[in-house]
């Protein structure tokens, strides 16, 4: 727990990273053959930082559901790949708080990668994200101040798909995951039968796994 309150120390005092929400208004380029079969988000280890407006874990949960159904469900490849998001700290500036602190909200979340054709994982060990509010005239002095609870956590949501996502094209091109950059690469594990035509595959052994991972 003292680690995460570290990283939520730290993570107020960097720079606000770039508006996930305003990003999405941009064209989409396709990322290899990726299409979403499930998105499932826990936080059965949730901390909340110093300084922070509370916020259940069952709302940090419905968040960031819907940010990842946002971003993610625009991609239409033929191989389902599913994520598995553990949110695991959180910072959401309260008004009241002097401005000389510039308060910031922030949010720390754990993601995996999962294949549904083989049933496993892309990344063997959990990645970790962390990500601040974005920069606007309404949080210069502090989102505290400015929005309302639900605003800054849907900021930060949406922030966390997109570094996500961003993360996930870095593997892409590198490693291949989703066939790379035109879909056309080797599969990065060996073949198995594809999910079936009606949908994807039935998902419990994957998000019963996903759930212990990402904890």
Known sequence: MFRKFALLVAAVALTACENGQRELQQPLEPM???RLGYA???APNLVKGPISRDATQEEWIASVDAALEERFRRYQGDHYFHLGVSVEGYVLAQPGVPL???PKSALIV???????RTQSKL???THQVTVLESFSAETMVGSGLTQSKEQQMRNLS???ALQIETWMRKMNREQGWFGGEDGTAAPTASAAPAAPANGVSVPGPILQEVTAQTR
């Open 100 to 102: 000389v602190f510039s």
């Open 40 to 42: 499932e988000v826990v």
């Open 123 to 125: 990344n063997a060990e």
């Open 158 to 160: 949406a922030n966390v």
């Open 32 to 34: 290899g053959n990726f």
């Open 110 to 116: 754990r993601v995996t990668v999962w294949d549904d």
